[in-house]
């Protein structure tokens, strides 16, 4: 457990009776995803009554070797419990559009990991390294059943609770939490991540790897690069109280 002081003047409060255990990029990791839920399992265990949410930040798939069980247990845990919550990443942006057929989209799927998903869900490496991109697109919306495309569709894109605002990649300083466009909630870093002053929100955020996860006054950043550091990261928020987990 790692928990890192925040700036004097400003402390982010969780809405009362809420804790909220937040989880960086998967990536594939299903092998690291059960083995830090049982982490927070036995954390909230330990810890007093409160209403427990669970928030996936995105990015559950792709590079890592199990995207297809990653999906399924993560649509499970959504499907049996209201308080457990998933974004869309930018990943699962990809995927999608890759299962639509957009070349653009193609391209980058297979550039970025999809190889690896296409292998979990049943597409022997060889076979992969025959498809042409139609050909990919035909495989993919053969193997992905109905209810994990019907599930990453209906992902959440940013969630406020108290003094926090979860969302994938970040927001655009400037600009109200309300009109922010699902083309940065996904995807933007520079402009995010230099920005240095407070924001609307302490956004909860994944997609830029770091060492660490990154507490700062307007900003918490929680993907620590499961598919390669074997290390996958959750942060629990409850009153004024911070804490870091990984596998």
């Known amino acids: 457990m790692n928990l890192r002081k925040r700036a004097p003047e400003f402390v982010p409060v969780m809405e009362e009776g809420l804790r909220v255990y937040a989880i960086g990029d998967i990536h594939g990791r299903l092998d690291l995803l059960d083995r830090l839920l049982l982490k927070l399992e036995a ?17 559950l798939v792709d590079r890592g070797p199990d995207s297809a069980g990653v999906i399924e247990r993560v649509r499970a845990l959504c499907a049996a419990d209201p308080n457990v919550h998933c974004l869309m ?28 998903t296409m292998i979990s869900y049943g597409v022997t490496p060889e076979e992969y390294e025959r498809l042409d991109y139609a ?14 495309r019907a599930f990453l569709a209906a992902l959440k894109e940013i969630m406020v609770l108290g003094d926090y605002a979860f969302v994938h990649a970040g927001v655009r300083p400037g600009v109200s939490i ?20 407070l924001l ?48």
């Open 43 to 59: 954390d909230h265990a330990a810890r007093g009554p409160a209403e427990r949410h669970i928030i996936f930040l995105g990015d």
């Open 89 to 116: 990443g930018n990943h699962e942006e990809i995927m999608l559009r890759s299962l639509d057929g957009e070349d653009k989209a193609l391209r980058l799927f297979c550039r970025v990991g999809g190889r690896e």
């Open 135 to 148: 050909e990919v697109t035909e495989r993919l919306n053969a193997v992905v059943p109905a209810s994990h």
């Open 178 to 197: 309300a009109d922010q466009k699902l083309s940065e909630t996904r995807w933007i870093r520079d402009a995010f991540l230099e920005h240095r002053g």
């Open 200 to 247: 609307e929100k302490v956004v909860v955020h994944g997609h830029t790897v770091a060492d660490e996860a990154e507490l700062l006054p307007h900003r918490i950043g929680i993907d620590t690069g499961a598919y390669q550091t074997d290390r996958l990261t959750a942060l629990m928020l409850e009153g004024s109280q911070q804490e870091i987990f990984s596998t």
